[in-house]
């Protein structure tokens, strides 16, 4: 009995490890040494990521460096990963919003820490460090939301490129600074960003440091929506409101309807067809599926 019990934690272990390895892009083999990165990164505090789980299957991801303008410290780049990680585990949750405390979203790193670390191996470290976190938070199988207030500057750009929406309020802009600061971007938004708004767009928004407020973000389909509140917590509660019409229900069929979606995003046709199928068969016969039999709705 013992025996059997080891072997199926063994099996379960690897299947995590095995997981956890597909949801990152680098490893040993591409000089990525994760945990010399964290320890260099933990030397420049300051600011937090804050993490709030609700019931109803939200979580609510705060940016806190507000005399910054929620610029990412190391130690908060090192708390980003570790929040991802605890949202990867959270088996009930449904969806994300990810908002900056002090009504502004993210200016992108902390120009001190940027300076420390200017030699060319400790910026590829740190680029492939947050690629590495921003693609895990992309592939959550959680709805998520960018909540845009204020300024979302070079890195605090390519964070909301990793979420699924992104909701802006009034005076609020997106702005891929880096030309200015003599760089492109390296967290991945500049690929996402092709993704969202092809390549002719992008170029412009990234040879241009162009500022995007919301109705030019609208315009492109960087942005799904402008909210009419400029208050924080106003609007907080109406991404809130606009997100729960697509987390409305079981957790079991929106994170499958996630986890199809990131598939289709990511796969060569055939494997995403294939995953597809399988993603089906976990709700197949499952609580959600039966409980609509016995209902019998009717479509309208």
């Not at 420390?116 to 992309?138: A, H, K, P, V, Y």
């Not at 606009?242 to 494997?271: I, M």
Request: proline share 3%; hydrophobic share 45%; aromatic share 6%.
């Amino acid at each position: 009995m013992a025996l059997a019990l080891w072997k199926n934690f063994l099996q379960i272990t690897m299947k995590r490890i095995l997981q956890q390895r597909r949801l990152s892009l680098y490893n040993g083999a591409h000089g990525y040494e994760e945990e010399l990165i964290k320890k260099k990164l933990q030397q420049f505090s300051g600011g937090s990521v804050n993490l709030v789980k609700e019931d109803n299957g939200i979580a609510i991801l705060t940016l806190n460096n507000p005399k910054l303008m929620n610029a990412f410290t190391g130690t908060m780049m090192v708390e980003l990963q570790e929040r991802v990680t605890e949202l990867e585990n959270w088996k009930d949750g449904k969806g994300l919003i990810i908002h900056g405390a002090g009504n502004t979203f993210c200016s992108g790193s902390d120009l001190n820490v940027v300076k420390e670390i200017s030699n060319s191996q400790d910026g590829m470290n740190m680029c492939m460090f947050m690629q590495n976190t921003l693609t895990r938070l992309m592939r959550l199988p959680l709805i998520s939301v960018a909540l845009v207030q204020g300024k979302a500057f070079g890195g605090g750009a390519e964070l909301t490129t990793a979420c699924d929406f992104r909701l802006m309020t009034p005076g609020s802009e997106i702005r891929f600074v880096h030309k200015r600061m003599g760089l492109v971007p390296g967290w991945g938004g500049g690929a996402r960003l092709v993704r969202l708004v092809g390549s002719g767009a992008a170029l412009q928004l990234l040879a241009g440091a162009e500022r995007v407020g919301p109705e030019r973000a609208l315009a492109l389909g960087l942005a799904e929506l402008a909210l009419p509140s400029a208050d924080e917590a106003a609007a907080l509660a109406e991404a809130r409101a606009w997100l729960s019409q697509y987390t409305d229900g079981p957790a079991a069929v929106v994170r499958a309807a996630k986890k199809v979606v990131t598939a289709a995003r990511e796969l060569p046709l055939e494997d995403a067809l294939r995953t597809e199928k399988d993603i089906f068969g976990t709700v197949w016969g499952g609580p959600a599926n039966l409980e609509a039999l016995v209902r019998r709705p009717k479509h309208k």
